[in-house]
């Protein structure tokens, strides 16, 4: 859980300023999608952009914990040392 | 997860997850008093502007609403839109600096006093409190088996939550959708999916962490309050124990001479340990778990009262104050410091450039787009002629008239509407056709204007550069 949340929480608050900023200077539809112009609505791509760069700030923070990993816990994992 | 191995505790990092995860849950005791008052102020100030605000009505339509659906922001009178995005980062910047003043000055008010986080958290431990009882009553049903009663009061807490939280995340989304369609929506059950995620999302994360992770929300997720310390200088009023006055701490009998005794002022009742929400020992000097709400003062307070001692062993007081024994005079005389007086005049000058920019926003913008699918064509005449997208944004609450016109090559004249007419707070779009001689310019890119004015009045004026091509 703790882990969970440290990884979820910040990549939340980083998430939402990195939305605010991108939606302020481009409306969403003026954007395209594999070539055609997003017909969602606002609404919709503000909220699935919001998770999209929740879920990408998210797999930063993922890659942070699992290299952050100490050595003894790599090797246990690993199962050479004890 | 599962159960952490002995060896883990090698590593600091894990020691301390470790000891956060099985924190003791912090029951918070009623607490009455000044500061309790000036809290409750602030709580019912922020949330009567919170759920009241969206439902005011302005102008036929609704008074504060980020419509993020049409891209537009208002606030009362004033429309901003996605081009005023300098107004929107003025104002992060005017927030940011107040917070940085009122943090120098008097530590962590904004923590104490205004933040939703501590708000919601005082309402719903209120909720809990007339629901469940008062900090004793709540450790006892916590310990106590399931029963009939537990379970009742339980279904009622978490139902009375859940309520006010439902209601908070709808609130929220109505400040982005206009609230009374949210509203008929919501009872026809006809809500957009997205509306419907996000009124729930809200919902939910503020029953969680105001229901449940309460003062784990400032000791571990607030950025703020991970560098608020900075901000502090030995001059910065804090909630602050008197080690001197109140040490040596420990029981007496009421009345005798406790400092024949050897004892200090601090009776040892553990009251400031029981009423804090961040369940910390104050004693132990200033922490960055204290929120500075202050109500270890209040609770102290009663106790030195009841005890017949001076108020304040607990008070707002400062380092350098409680070291060199100061009253409020010198206090005060130390808070207008050259860091303050230099914070308090950089707010102000961007305050002033704020204001006068809102002021003297021009109600009227104007963008020019050559229209890039058609080239520059011949028309009958001989003429040359190249088209443009003229996006004029009326950015007054009321509709206008303009005259539109071209210059800046010899013999330009327009096709298409000399006067236009735009309703309020409205981006409209004309299509204009251009048309020079082709001899009057040189090939390639010319450059020209357009001039749109409000026929009302004079001074709403714009003149836009566009290119006109000629082959
Ligand atoms: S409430 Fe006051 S008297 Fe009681 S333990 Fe705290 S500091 Fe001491
Ligand atoms: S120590 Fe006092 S001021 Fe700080 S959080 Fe606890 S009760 Fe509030």
Redesign the pocket.
């Given at each position: 859980m703790q882990k969970l949340l440290s990884i979820l929480w910040p990549s939340f608050l980083v998430a939402g300023i990195a939305e605010g900023l991108f939606f302020t200077l481009i409306d969403p539809q003026e954007l395209y999608l594999l070539g055609e112009p997003v017909r969602l609505s606002r609404m919709a791509t503000y909220s699935l952009g919001f998770l999209c760069f929740w879920a990408i700030c998210a797999a930063s923070s993922l890659v942070t914990w699992y290299l952050l990993r100490s050595a003894a816990e790599v090797n246990r994992r690993v199962g050479a040392v004890h | 997860m599962a159960a952490t191995p002995p060896q883990q505790t090698e590593s600091p990092a894990f020691a301390e997850q470790s000891l956060y995860e099985v924190q003791q849950k912090v029951y918070?005791r009623a607490?009455t008093g000044t500061f309790a008052q000036w809290r409750w102020s602030m709580a019912w100030l922020t949330q009567v502007l919170y759920y009241g605000l969206c439902w005011l009505p302005w102008n036929g339509r609704q008074a504060v609403l980020f419509d993020l659906a049409e891209r537009k922001f208002y606030i009362f009178g004033l429309v901003f839109w996605p081009q005023d995005v300098i107004f929107l980062a003025v104002l992060l910047i005017i927030s940011a600096y107040s917070l940085f003043l009122f943090t120098a000055v008097g530590g962590?008010l904004w923590?104490?006093y205004a933040c939703p986080q501590t708000v919601y958290t005082e309402i719903f431990l209120w909720i809990e409190r007339k629901i469940e009882g008062d900090r004793s009553a709540r450790m006892k049903l916590d310990a106590a088996v399931m029963s009939r009663r537990k379970f009742f009061l339980r279904v009622a807490k978490h139902g009375a939550w859940g309520l006010l939280a439902l209601w908070t995340g709808f609130t929220f989304v109505g400040y982005f959708t206009p609230i009374k369609t949210l509203w008929t929506s919501a009872w026809s059950f006809s809500l957009g999916p997205w509306e419907a995620f996000w009124i729930f999302f809200y919902g939910g994360f503020t029953y969680l962490f105001a229901g449940h992770l309460r003062?784990q929300v400032c000791k571990h997720m607030c950025p703020y309050a991970r560098f608020q310390g900075v901000m502090f200088d030995p001059d910065t009023l804090?909630?602050t124990y008197d080690v001197t006055r109140g040490e040596p701490r420990g029981a007496r009998k009421k009345g005798i001479d406790y400092r024949a005794a050897g004892l200090g002022d601090c009776v040892d009742c553990s009251i400031?340990?029981q009423?804090?929400?961040?369940?910390?020992?104050?004693r132990n000097g200033l922490?960055y778990?204290?929120?500075?709400?202050?109500?270890?003062?209040d609770?102290c307070d009663q106790v030195m009262e009841k005890m017949g001692y001076p108020k304040g062993l607990?008070r707002y007081s400062t380092e350098r104050a409680i070291e060199s024994h100061w009253g409020w005079k010198e206090i005060i005389a130390h808070v207008l410091r050259p860091r303050v007086l230099l914070y308090s005049a950089i707010l102000w000058a961007i305050i002033i450039a704020f204001v006068w920019g809102l002021a003297t926003r021009l109600p009227l913008r104007v963008d020019v787009i050559r229209d890039r699918a058609i080239l520059a064509r011949e028309v009958e005449g001989g003429l040359m002629e190249n088209v443009y997208r003229l996006h004029v944004m009326n950015v007054s609450e009321a509709a206008h008239r303009y005259a539109v016109s071209v210059s800046g090559l010899p013999g330009i004249d327009m096709e298409g509407d000399h006067i236009v007419e735009v309703p309020p707070a409205v981006d409209k779009v004309f299509t204009i056709q251009v048309r020079v001689p082709p001899d009057n310019g040189k090939k390639g890119a010319n450059v020209i204007y357009f001039d749109v004015k409000s026929l009302a009045d004079e001074r709403v004026a714009v003149h836009e550069k566009a290119t006109f091509l000629l082959p």
């Amino acid at each position: 859980m703790q882990k969970l949340l440290s990884i979820l929480w910040p990549s939340f608050l980083v998430a939402g300023i990195a939305e605010g900023l991108f939606f302020t200077l481009i409306d969403p539809q003026e954007l395209y999608l594999l070539g055609e112009p997003v017909r969602l609505s606002r609404m919709a791509t503000y909220s699935l952009g919001f998770l999209c760069f929740w879920a990408i700030c998210a797999a930063s923070s993922l890659v942070t914990w699992y290299l952050l990993r100490s050595a003894a816990e790599v090797n246990r994992r690993v199962g050479a040392v004890h | 997860m599962a159960a952490t191995p002995p060896q883990q505790t090698e590593s600091p990092a894990f020691a301390e997850q470790s000891l956060y995860e099985v924190q003791q849950k912090v029951y918070p005791r009623a607490v009455t008093g000044t500061f309790a008052q000036w809290r409750w102020s602030m709580a019912w100030l922020t949330q009567v502007l919170y759920y009241g605000l969206c439902w005011l009505p302005w102008n036929g339509r609704q008074a504060v609403l980020f419509d993020l659906a049409e891209r537009k922001f208002y606030i009362f009178g004033l429309v901003f839109w996605p081009q005023d995005v300098i107004f929107l980062a003025v104002l992060l910047i005017i927030s940011a600096y107040s917070l940085f003043l009122f943090t120098a000055v008097g530590g962590r008010l904004w923590c104490g006093y205004a933040c939703p986080q501590t708000v919601y958290t005082e309402i719903f431990l209120w909720i809990e409190r007339k629901i469940e009882g008062d900090r004793s009553a709540r450790m006892k049903l916590d310990a106590a088996v399931m029963s009939r009663r537990k379970f009742f009061l339980r279904v009622a807490k978490h139902g009375a939550w859940g309520l006010l939280a439902l209601w908070t995340g709808f609130t929220f989304v109505g400040y982005f959708t206009p609230i009374k369609t949210l509203w008929t929506s919501a009872w026809s059950f006809s809500l957009g999916p997205w509306e419907a995620f996000w009124i729930f999302f809200y919902g939910g994360f503020t029953y969680l962490f105001a229901g449940h992770l309460r003062e784990q929300v400032c000791k571990h997720m607030c950025p703020y309050a991970r560098f608020q310390g900075v901000m502090f200088d030995p001059d910065t009023l804090t909630v602050t124990y008197d080690v001197t006055r109140g040490e040596p701490r420990g029981a007496r009998k009421k009345g005798i001479d406790y400092r024949a005794a050897g004892l200090g002022d601090c009776v040892d009742c553990s009251i400031c340990v029981q009423v804090c929400p961040t369940g910390i020992d104050i004693r132990n000097g200033l922490q960055y778990e204290c929120i500075g709400c202050a109500a270890c003062i209040d609770g102290c307070d009663q106790v030195m009262e009841k005890m017949g001692y001076p108020k304040g062993l607990i008070r707002y007081s400062t380092e350098r104050a409680i070291e060199s024994h100061w009253g409020w005079k010198e206090i005060i005389a130390h808070v207008l410091r050259p860091r303050v007086l230099l914070y308090s005049a950089i707010l102000w000058a961007i305050i002033i450039a704020f204001v006068w920019g809102l002021a003297t926003r021009l109600p009227l913008r104007v963008d020019v787009i050559r229209d890039r699918a058609i080239l520059a064509r011949e028309v009958e005449g001989g003429l040359m002629e190249n088209v443009y997208r003229l996006h004029v944004m009326n950015v007054s609450e009321a509709a206008h008239r303009y005259a539109v016109s071209v210059s800046g090559l010899p013999g330009i004249d327009m096709e298409g509407d000399h006067i236009v007419e735009v309703p309020p707070a409205v981006d409209k779009v004309f299509t204009i056709q251009v048309r020079v001689p082709p001899d009057n310019g040189k090939k390639g890119a010319n450059v020209i204007y357009f001039d749109v004015k409000s026929l009302a009045d004079e001074r709403v004026a714009v003149h836009e550069k566009a290119t006109f091509l000629l082959p």
